[in-house]
């Protein structure tokens, strides 16, 4: 069962030693910071979906003291209540019959939406939670943006408004690898969501940022071969 659901805690130290190490290769870069948002995230959405998965008591009580405080009235009006005259007529009962299949479908849809209302009400936190870090792939992606292995080419000459590359080719492998190692880290994170809360919605929205951290992760790996062709090739 140890290998069966994830890990929140493993998953967080995993994001605070990407962290460190990020930290002891490059101290003083932005990277780092975007780094420690991972980790402070990782303890958040850790807590979060612990408390997804358990019930909301006083949510649950509310909704069944609604139910039965609505039954009450039901009975009450079906029972005590009297009334001075019975039509039997065939109008009169088409008139009775729609009037209680109009009640009685009101009353499910009611009874329905106090049932959901706990789930409504977790979709919302856990939806809530997925835009989050939905933000901080994109800013990892803005972070890899401006590392171009196309700088590596013999040649290449920057304009006045290139950005400033000072990594080595080393550094640059290293500086990406680390990128889509924290993307991949946000789709665990996300991961945790749909493993705490059992509903369509939620699944399909982790879903779609499993995507988007794999589709940039896929455009990482391929400037890391690119890296790696520029440097195994000869010299002319």
């Not at 003291?65 to 109008?91: C, H, P």
């Amino acid at each position: 069962m140890a290998y069966r659901t994830l890990d929140k805690d493993r998953i967080a130290a995993t994001a605070a030693l990407l962290e460190r190490r990020i930290g002891e290769r490059f101290p003083d870069s932005s990277l780092r910071k975007v780094a420690k948002e991972v980790v402070e995230l990782a303890g958040d959405i850790g807590r979060q979906t612990a408390d997804l998965e358990k019930p909301i008591l006083w949510l649950r009580g509310l909704t069944i003291l609604t139910i039965v405080a609505a039954a009450s009235i039901f009975a009450l009006v079906g029972t005590v209540l009297s009334f001075d005259r019975i039509s039997t007529g065939a109008f009169d009962f088409v008139q009775g019959l729609e009037a209680f299949l109009n009640t009685a479908v009101f009353a499910g849809v009611g009874f329905w939406t106090l049932v959901t209302l706990e789930e409504r009400f977790k979709r919302k936190r856990a939806l809530d939670g997925l835009h989050a870090l939905r933000s901080v792939i994109h800013i990892i992606d803005m972070h890899q943006l401006t590392k171009d292995p196309a700088v590596l080419l013999q040649g290449f000459i920057p304009t006045p408004s290139s950005p400033a590359r000072r990594l080595s080719p080393p550094e640059l492998t290293r500086y990406l690898d680390y990128c889509s190692e924290m993307l991949s880290i946000t789709g665990k994170l996300a991961a945790l969501y749909a493993q705490a809360l059992n509903d369509d919605v939620v699944v399909n929205a982790v879903n779609d940022i499993e995507n988007l951290g794999t589709n940039l992760s896929r455009k990482i790996w391929q400037k890391i071969m690119l890296v790696g062709e520029e440097r195994i090739r000869p010299a002319a």
